[in-house]
């Protein structure tokens, strides 16, 4: 596992029901229990009670990776293929989906995990990585 330090720009992915394998941009405020555990702030995940307050969740370290490689994060009007795996950003997060189809300038994505179908522009889209064993895996290639 990655150890992250404070101020460290990190991704959080959600194990709650109706976002599992969504990722949130957040930043380490700090490490707790021998870095098992992390204090993070959320980029885009507000306070329930104050919706001007940046949420702040403590988090297990298996759902915590670094950022994505800034190619990948800032691709805009890319080219994406049926089928292909990609990362669609929702929600204030990144939600992993398969490309079903495109219309003008509009990609349609597919979601697993919700079931629906929605279209994005090809500059809310990236390609789907995955962090495993302190390295970024590529899903590139079509199934």
């Known amino acids: 596992m990655a150890v992250f330090f404070k101020g460290d720009k ?11 394998g969504s990722y949130y941009e957040a930043k380490v405020v700090s490490s707790l229990n021998n870095n098992t555990r992390y204090k993070v ?10 919706q001007t307050q940046p949420l702040v969740e403590i988090v297990s370290a298996d759902e915590v990776r670094p950022m994505p490689p800034s190619v990948i994060v800032n691709r805009s009007g890319g080219v994406f293929n ?16 398969r490309v079903t189809g ?24 990236r390609n789907h990585i995955e ?4 390295h970024w895996v590529s899903f590139k290639k079509r199934f």
Do not use: P
Request: with cysteine; charged share 35%.
């Open 131 to 134: 962090w495993r064993d302190h």
């Open 41 to 50: 702030r959320y980029k885009n995940l507000v306070e329930e009670e104050d």
């Open 82 to 97: 049926y089928l292909e795996k990609v990362d669609a950003f929702d929600n204030d997060g990144w939600w992993a989906g």
């Open 10 to 20: 990190v991704e959080v992915c959600s194990k709650e029901e109706g976002f599992l």
């Open 102 to 125: 495109k219309q003008g300038l509009k990609y349609y994505v597919y979601f697993e995990t919700t079931g629906d179908e929605l279209a994005y522009d090809a500059s809310r889209l």
